[in-house]
C-alpha cells in the first residue's frame, strides 16, 4: 500500500495498508522516526479493534485506518520517550 503521512508521531511518521476505492483491506502499518530510533508496528493478523465497515468491499475506511494508525503510533512515542 501507500505511504500516508501521520503527523504528530516521533519526527515522521507513516501508515501503509492496501486501500481499495476509500476502503483499508487491513489493519495499518506504522513506521516512525526520532533521531536514530525507528519504531514500527504490524499487526500479526485481523484480530483488532479496528471498525469494519460491511460493504461489498469489507475493510474499514480511510478515516478509521488513520484513527487506528494514530492510536497504534501513541506506542511509539511512549518508546521514544522512554528511551529518550
Do not use: M, Y
Not at 42 to 50: C, K, N, P, V
Request: proline residues 7%; charged residues 10%; hydrophobic residues 45%.
Amino acid at each position: 500500500g501507500s505511504d500516508h503521512p501521520l503527523p504528530g508521531i516521533g519526527d515522521t511518521a507513516v501508515w501503509a495498508a492496501p486501500v481499495l476505492s476509500d476502503v483499508v483491506t487491513s489493519a495499518p502499518t506504522v513506521i516512525a522516526h526520532k533521531g536514530a530510533v525507528t519504531c514500527t508496528v504490524e499487526s500479526a493478523g485481523q484480530r483488532l479493534t479496528i471498525p469494519v465497515d460491511t460493504g461489498p468491499l469489507g475493510g474499514s475506511t480511510v478515516a478509521e485506518a488513520v484513527a487506528f494508525a494514530t492510536q497504534t503510533g501513541a506506542l511509539c512515542n511512549d518508546i521514544f520517550a522512554a528511551i529518550a
